[in-house]
């Protein structure tokens, strides 16, 4: 059954995605990018108003960007942690440095792989080179979101038979599908009739732009 991932920028939001039914709570800061890290501070505080009461991941940014040690450090209550690959073709040795980022992490938090959409453009490894590596480092899951946040949605760039492909790709290696990237409307039923394991929404549960607060009646 394909449950409910909502993003969220604070601990107020927590509580109110939570209170709605929200099935797995993501913490990001939405300014910076579309994994945009947030602060120990607030990852700390998100944790403790979840409370353990359904699972949380952390957006930790693009792969270039340090994760610095107390932002690590407040990952302890964190069941998945998320590395996008923006820019990475930049690197001498993506992979490599993909390793080590998710060696880095606290044994108990799974690393989701990250696919954009629109990744090419942005300096991503090509997909069938990410999804290779995601199943050599046990990513627990695979995101497929996309980078730039210009109001495009996922299908703008991927056809639904592509789409489903990916997640038949998870299935078959024993890992979980979110589908992600503007999904309202149209792209949300879209998505929602892949059956992915989870759909993850930001934009659709916002009054406004993507920066703006989560609303409880949205999520509802």
């Not at 073709?89 to 044994?107: D, G, K, S, V, Y």
């Not at 938090?109 to 942005?122: H, L, N, T």
């Not at 210009?150 to 789409?163: D, E, I, M, P």
Request: aromatic share 6%.
């Amino acid at each position: 059954m394909t449950q409910l991932l909502v993003s969220v920028r604070n601990a107020t939001e927590a509580i109110d995605a939570l209170d709605a039914g929200a099935d797995l709570i993501d913490v990001k800061e939405p300014r910076h990018g579309s994994l945009g890290r947030a602060s120990a501070q607030t990852l700390r505080e998100v944790a403790t108003a979840v409370d353990a009461r359904v699972p949380i991941s952390a957006a930790l940014g693009e792969i270039g960007e340090v994760v610095d040690t107390s932002t690590l450090d407040a990952l302890h209550s964190f069941n998945f942690a998320k590395l996008g690959l923006a820019q990475a073709m930049q690197a001498f040795n993506w992979r490599t440095e993909w390793q080590a980022a998710i060696q880095r992490l606290p044994t108990h938090v799974a690393s989701v792989a990250v696919v954009y959409a629109d990744g090419v453009a942005y300096g991503a490894p090509p997909t069938e080179q990410i999804l290779s590596e995601a199943v050599r480092l046990r990513c627990a899951g695979i995101l497929l979101d996309t980078f730039c946040k210009n109001g495009t949605n996922l299908f703008q760039h991927w056809t639904t038979s592509a789409v489903q492909k990916l997640l038949d790709f998870t299935r078959e290696n024993q890992m979980f599908g979110v589908l992600a990237g503007a999904l309202k409307g149209n792209a949300l039923m879209q998505a929602a009739a892949l059956k992915p394991d989870y759909i993850a929404v930001r934009s659709a549960v916002c009054r406004g732009t993507r920066t703006a607060s989560v609303s409880a009646e949205l999520v509802a």
